[in-house]
């Protein structure tokens, strides 16, 4: 009985196949139906419109080709020739020409200027000799009605199709062409009330394959050709008809519906693109196909679920021993050790691992107690929890104990109840992990952070460190010190808003060079800049540079900046370049400096053709100073006295201690020597008031010798010897006055305290 009923769910399956096949053949059949007909009203619908659209267009060029054939005629009349140009035009142009998208008529010679225009008593100058139907008439004896190339209007732009004629001398040679043109625009405005839908329209051609006009395309394809394509060969071959082909142009499939435009060599197509034509069919065949799909799946899911109850009670058992297998096979491959337990505490099941640990594998332990597998002090260790677990309370702990070679073995331990609808625990779950090894690389894990953490606290640079999207993932205390965050104040904030450096320049920001780290996902460069305390203001010179931090897949996880103090450093730069120039005791400008400014008074001097002079000066008593009251009052003497030259002298004019007791004066951009002396006359007077040295007024007196530019020296080093030596030729003249260099081999004049010394420089 079974096996025949087995056998009749097998027929019925067929049976139900053979009725959902039934069903679905007779919906196919009045789906192609539904399409024939679809595709039969199109074709009609095409045809009648091609024929009618060809029968208006015909109409129109004839009228137009009997104009221009009028105008030939006239034309090629000598007599017409010796009208006056107004009564000319009347016989040659009638009002025929005029016709709706019809331009102006030019008469061409025979070397193709225009010599009469529709349009104006004056013919325009223009040259047509290069034009297709101009070559047509002249070079290959064309006749009758010939349609040129489209082309842009020379006139107006325009696209236009020329259409013309020749006309001849009364010995029939060739005298010249009579054009006209049709703005292409007229075959929009004729089919501008059509809509055949998406991807179709109507297309009109040469004989030989030159696109005229392509609606709605525009005219983007006028003036190509499709000479040689399969449709064009068809459309010159077959003269008039309907085919599916596929479009040159485009790669569109359309229904294609042609005709010759009367007996033009023109050819019009409508092209219907099949989509369109098949869009309505499509949506009612995938309807009436889901219904017949509905309905064919329907009768088989009856028939299967007759199929399906009869044979699932043979597939149970098969199945689960299957399941038993696979999940015997599955848990033996875990690498944890994995028991059930009956409230009793007998195994019911033991995966390879457990039994492995037991000492009993390959033999099993089903129904065997617990206490009979462990030792007596593992079991009275582990029974308390057996306890809270049969009575309901799921747990998970670590435990640590010994392996079989007496190493310490870390497990994770879960004991989880398996109570029954209602509620009674009737067994328990065992799962032992070890998690020795995972142990071991926590703990090195651990250890190694920590060497980290205490290294970044250690190091004296600022450590900034950010997550992928740069917000602030940790600071070292030398980075709180420098930015004025806490660590955990600053943890999840922007880096832009810890860490912001701007230019020592102009205080501009400068960009974040951990957020372009994260976006290069390399090192940058060092960047100096200038980072401000939070709270303070305390402005710090940094150098920052940053690395993005990748994983072992090379993504970009996070970024860490390195900020050095180099405050101390910048400001020691700034202190040595000073020094490298000014007088550590008086900080007056050095020699170096001098020089350096000497040479550019000189440049500017011989540029505006002025003078500029140099001043030698020395103590007069410094060293009794010295000796009397030390060396320190005698620095502080050498102060107070750079004091009073560069109150004495122009903001303009250098000052410089050349070294002891000697000092140099530059004062540039001088009219003669009288300014000089003027200076040298204010020093005096500077010198006349004691000196308040060491509590005591003391009087100290100066001499000094004056050199000009360009009179006494062309460089500045002869404008120092010279300086000089009258400055020691005031010494010998009795001190307390300046000497003006006049010469070798002649005396220097003195400046002071002689009150009439302006003489100029020899």
């Not at 001849?168 to 501008?192: M, Q």
């Not at 008031?689 to 080093?717: C, K, M, N, W, Y």
């Amino acid at each position: 009985m079974p096996s025949l009923r087995q056998f009749f769910s097998h027929r019925l399956i067929w049976l139900a196949l053979l009725v959902a096949l039934g069903i679905g053949a007779l919906f196919a059949r009045t789906i192609w139906t539904i399409r024939n007909d679809e595709w039969s009203y199109a074709a009609q619908t095409n045809a009648n419109l091609a024929r009618t659209l060809e029968q208006g267009l015909a109409w129109s060029l004839d009228s137009f080709d009997k104009s221009l054939e009028g105008v030939a005629r006239e034309v090629a009349r000598p007599e017409v020739w010796a009208l006056p140009p107004d009564l000319r035009a009347r016989v040659v142009f009638d009002n025929s020409l005029r016709a709706r998208g019809a331009g102006d008529v030019l008469v061409l010679d025979a070397q193709g200027n225009v010599i009469l225009d529709s349009g104006s008593l004056e013919p325009r100058k223009a040259n047509f000799a290069d034009r297709d139907y101009f070559l047509a008439f002249r070079e290959q004896g064309q006749q009758g009605l010939f349609f040129g190339k489209p082309v842009p209007s020379r006139v107006t732009g325009l696209n236009i199709l020329p259409i013309s004629r020749a006309y001849y001398h009364s010995d029939g040679s060739f005298a010249g062409v009579v054009v006209g043109a049709i703005r292409l625009s007229y075959f929009k405005e004729l089919y501008g009330s059509l809509d055949l839908g998406n991807n179709s329209g109507i297309n009109l051609f040469r004989q030989d394959g030159v696109v005229i006009s392509r609606f709605p395309y525009g005219d983007a394809d006028v003036g190509k050709s499709i000479a040689g394509t399969p449709n064009l060969v068809r459309f010159q071959t077959e003269g008039a008809g309907s085919f599916v082909g596929v479009a040159a142009l485009d790669g569109i499939e359309r229904l294609y519906s042609f005709r010759p435009v009367g007996n033009y060599p023109l050819i019009l197509n409508v092209a219907q693109s099949t989509d369109t034509i098949l869009a309505k069919w499509r949506s009612s065949a995938l309807v009436l196909g889901g219904f017949a799909v509905m309905l064919m799946l329907g009768c088989l899911g009856l028939a299967l679920l007759f199929v399906r109850e009869l044979l699932l009670r043979q597939k149970v058992s098969a199945r689960l021993t299957e399941a038993e297998h696979d999940l015997r096979t599955t848990l033996d491959n875990v690498p944890s050790m994995i028991a059930y337990w009956d409230a009793g505490m007998r195994n019911r099941f033991a995966n390879r691992a457990a039994l492995e640990e037991f000492g009993t594998y390959p033999a099993p332990v089903r129904g065997r107690h617990i206490s009979e597998l462990l030792s007596e002090a593992r079991y009275a260790a582990s029974k308390p929890n057996y306890d809270l677990a049969l009575a309901g309370k799921p747990l998970r702990f670590e435990r640590t104990d010994e392996d079989h070679d007496g190493l310490p073995r870390h497990c994770i331990v879960s004991y989880l109840p398996d109570t029954d609808e209602r509620g009674v625990v009737t067994g328990l779950f065992v799962q032992v992990t070890d998690i020795t090894e995972r142990k071991r690389m926590e703990n090195e894990l651990f250890d190694e952070k920590e060497r980290v953490r205490l290294t970044l606290q250690s190091i004296g640079d600022a450590v900034v460190c950010s997550d992928a999207r740069g917000m602030v993932t940790y600071l070292n205390p030398v980075a709180e010190r420098l930015t004025g965050w806490q660590a955990f104040d600053a943890a999840g904030h922007n880096v832009d808003e810890v860490v912001s450096l701007r230019s020592p320049d102009n205080d501009e920001p400068l960009p974040n060079t951990l957020r372009t780290a994260i976006h290069q996902g390399t090192a940058t460069d060092p960047v100096r800049g200038v980072l401000v305390h939070r709270t303070s203001g305390q402005r710090f010179q940094v150098e920052e540079t940053a690395s993005a931090i990748t994983d072992r897949h090379g993504a970009v996880t996070g970024a860490v900046a390195v900020l050095r103090d180099v405050t101390e450093a910048v400001a020691m730069a700034e202190r040595m370049a000073h020094l490298a120039q000014y007088d550590a005791l008086t900080d007056l400008p050095n020699r170096v400096l001098l020089q350096d400014r000497a040479q550019l008074a000189m440049a500017q001097a011989r540029r505006e053709g002025r003078s500029l002079a140099v001043m030698y000066l020395d103590l007069d008593g410094f060293k009794e100073v010295n000796d009397r009251l030390g060396h320190d009052v005698g620095d502080i003497l050498l102060v107070q006295f750079a004091q009073r030259l560069q109150a004495a002298v122009r903001a303009s004019d250098t000052v410089c201690r050349q070294g002891g007791d000697e000092f140099v004066v530059l004062l540039p951009g001088l009219d003669g020597v009288e300014p000089a002396c003027l200076v040298a006359r204010k020093i005096l007077a500077a010198c006349d008031a004691a000196f308040e040295l060491a509590g005591q007024p003391v009087r100290v007196g100066v001499s000094g010798g004056i050199a000009l530019f360009p009179q006494h020296g062309s460089t500045f080093d002869e404008l120092s010897r010279h300086a000089d030596g009258a400055m020691y030729a005031a010494k010998r003249g009795g001190r307390m006055r300046f000497m003006l260099y006049r010469g070798p081999d002649v005396e220097p004049e003195a400046v002071l305290p002689e009150p009439d010394l302006a003489a100029t420089a020899q």
